[in-house]
């Protein structure tokens, strides 16, 4: 079974769907991504999805709330995210990316030694279905600029300012005149 939830938080409802193995998809409530991407994992996975909930649903939920009140910046949630192996090289690369920094495509490419990849770089981090713990809301344009994120710009914009206001001052791009709001 893909057991599924819904979440609330601050920047609204959340959806998410964990097998015995790990969460597996975690959306903003709205996104028309949600449909096909749970269609998609039932096809992958051979699996129905039911209402319903597990261990890692209530891990994911705990974790959330922790993340939001700005007392959690890593997750420890396991995850099951079946993938293509670029995707998973990709994804990972997310995670690598510390909390309250972003990246830009470009520097992500370059980080999996595939430099030339920018374009697949994104499309893969488009087809992310676990925001917020796979990170990839920091990823950002090369000049600064907010772009491309499933749960809409305004809430890429939030995650990055909670981020940043959350993580001690070290200096950085949101000091930086670099840093454009959309």
């Known amino acids: ?53 597990n261990r890692h649903l209530e891990q994911t939920e705990v974790e959330l709330r922790e993340y939001f009140a700005g007392e959690r910046r890593q997750f420890d949630v396991a995850l099951h995210t079946p993938s293509t192996p670029f995707e998973a090289l990709v994804w990972t690369a997310l995670q690598q990316i510390p909390y309250g920094e972003t990246v830009s495509y470009q520097e992500q490419a370059a980080r999996i030694g595939k430099p030339s990849a920018v374009r697949a770089v994104a499309n893969a981090n488009g087809k992310n279905r676990v925001s917020i713990i796979i990170p990839c809301h920091r990823v950002i344009g090369a000049d600064g600029s907010l772009t491309g994120y499933g749960g809409g710009l305004p809430r890429k914009q939030w995650l990055l300012e909670h981020e940043h206001a959350v993580k001690p001052h070290s200096g950085g791009l949101f000091d930086d005149e670099t840093y454009r709001r959309p």
């Open 1 to 53: 079974m893909i057991y599924t939830q819904i979440f609330h938080g601050p920047l609204g409802k959340m959806i998410a769907c964990a097998t015995e193995q790990g969460l597996c998809l975690l959306e903003f409530v709205g996104s028309t991504r949600i449909e096909r991407e749970q269609q998609e994992l039932q096809r992958l996975l051979n699996l129905r999805l039911v209402a319903g909930s």
